[in-house]
């Protein structure tokens, strides 16, 4: 065993390590784990623990249903509103079959591939997440409502802003998971918050991404909340993304620092990005309700970049060394984290080996300029759930990055849910009844 390990093994003997949850994600980016007691912890890490993949989603039938969650000794962390005398462990586990071998349809697998393409390539890709959500109160048995928490809008402070407490705690129990918010703060919407992360390799960003929303529902739960991160819970006002930072280094050297001007490979990186959207949305934004939030609210609608610009696609924010980046602007998070950065990464990388070319940035306000949008025949991103499923479906990159079977099961349950959404009577309402509980 690896030194790491065995401190890890101390860690949960010296620290009355109580419960150890072996965490990963189904194909849509919904939280799992295995629990197991700290005597099991050993034989964990040296032959992980099995589990019934065939009541996974897109992991496996009944026939072929033995799967095992290894622990990554690099993502381990102690859960802090649990006792502190009775604590309890959580570690993001990689995906193995019986004899050992990557379960290549694992999408923290599938991330690592385009991490390994990144470093192949002479790069390092650095990620950061800005991730909104909803808080709600409960009804009088505990069940959520769509009643905000507050009438408070952007950058309101107490009394106004009610959330001002609940957020601190939410910074300060992840940061007693090792993880750095940055920022936090009222967004538009009432009710509505944003808590914003420092970079970090693009694994980690996906892994703590994940936490974040653990520990959102948690704290909302234990003072007596309901946190959303469903893309449009109230169709009047404005929609939760999940905006996406990455730049790109080479050696000691972030290509996205403008040093007098822009790095062609930094240029190549985001043309890439563009080139490929329409065919990856159906994983950035995976909801019929994802659709509501596009266009709108600062929501980008069209295939545009620019500085600065909040009406775009992708910007370039005004920021300073370490800190240059692009900015994605049209995901939600209802999307896996973990898909959504290994395609965005690979469509990248892509426009660097074959030196895409920027188009021109577009300074335009879009929201009150679809004119001109049309004039200069600047692309949308797909208007609903079936064009964007089309797209990907129709897609080389797409059968390029994916294996077959993520692709046939991630595709198969869209077009259910898009048959669902048709069919019903009150859209809406079908997307609460699906969503609001689990998002």
């Known amino acids: 065993m690896s030194d790491t390990i065995l401190e890890i093994l101390q860690f949960a003997k010296e ?10 994600c189904d194909l849509f980016g919904i939280p799992k784990s295995v629990s197991i007691m700290p005597e099991e912890l050993t034989r964990a890490f040296r032959h992980g623990i099995s589990f019934d993949a065939s009541a996974i989603q897109g992991f496996g039938t009944i026939e072929c249903s033995d799967l095992f969650l290894m622990p990554d000794s690099s993502a381990v962390s102690v859960l802090p509103w649990r006792s502190p005398y009775e604590q309890v462990m959580r570690i993001f586990c990689d995906v193995k079959r019986p004899d050992g071998s990557d379960f290549t349809s694992d999408s923290r697998y599938i991330l690592k591939q385009a991490v390994n393409r990144c470093a192949d390539m002479g790069y390092v890709c650095q990620i950061g997440t800005e991730g909104e959500f909803y808080l709600f ?8 409502t769509t009643i905000p928490f507050d009438q408070a809008g952007y950058g309101d402070t107490f009394p106004l802003d009610k959330g001002e407490d609940l957020r601190r705690e939410i910074c300060l129990t992840l ?9 936090s703060h009222h967004e538009r919407g009432p009710g509505q918050n944003e808590v914003d992360f420092r970079y970090s390799d693009a694994l980690t960003a996906a892994d703590n991404f994940l936490s974040f929303k653990s520990v959102v529902k948690s704290v909302a739960a234990q003072n007596g909340l309901y946190a959303s991160f469903l893309p449009k819970p109230l169709l009047t006002r404005s929609g939760s993304g999940l905006h996406i930072n990455i730049s790109l280094s080479q050696g000691d050297r972030n290509l996205f620092q403008m040093a007098p001007q822009h790095s062609p490979r930094a240029e190549s990186f ?3 990005i563009l080139h490929h959207i329409r ?7 995976p909801l019929t309700n994802s659709y509501r939030r596009l266009g709108a609210f600062e929501a980008p609608g069209y295939i545009t970049w620019s500085h ?9 924010p005004a920021s300073f060394g370490e800190y240059q980046r692009m900015e994605l602007r049209s995901a939600d998070s209802a999307c ?3 898909l959504a950065f290994a395609l965005l990464i690979h469509a990248g990388l892509d426009g660097i080996e074959q030196e895409m070319v920027l188009p021109e940035a577009c300074n335009q306000n879009l929201y009150e300029n679809a004119a001109y949008a049309k004039e200069q025949n600047i692309q949308s991103l797909p208007q609903s759930l079936a064009e964007a499923l089309e797209a990907a479906q129709d897609s080389a990159f797409v059968k390029r990055i994916l294996p077959e079977d993520v692709r046939a099961t991630y595709f198969s349950e869209k077009r ?24």
């Open 175 to 183: 940061e007693g998971m090792d993880i750095r918010p940055e920022t």
């Open 15 to 24: 620290n009355d390590v109580k419960f150890i949850h072996l965490a990963f």
């Open 270 to 272: 985001i043309a890439g």
């Open 336 to 338: 896996n984290p973990y």
């Open 137 to 144: 109160q409960n009804d009088a048995d505990g069940n959520p």
């Open 416 to 439: 259910k849910e898009w048959e669902s959404y048709r069919q019903a009577e009150d859209s809406h309402q079908f997307e609460m009844s699906s969503f609001f509980h689990l998002i």
């Open 279 to 285: 065919e990856i949305t159906v994983f950035l934004n």
């Open 308 to 316: 600065q610009n909040r009406s775009q696609l992708i910007r370039i």
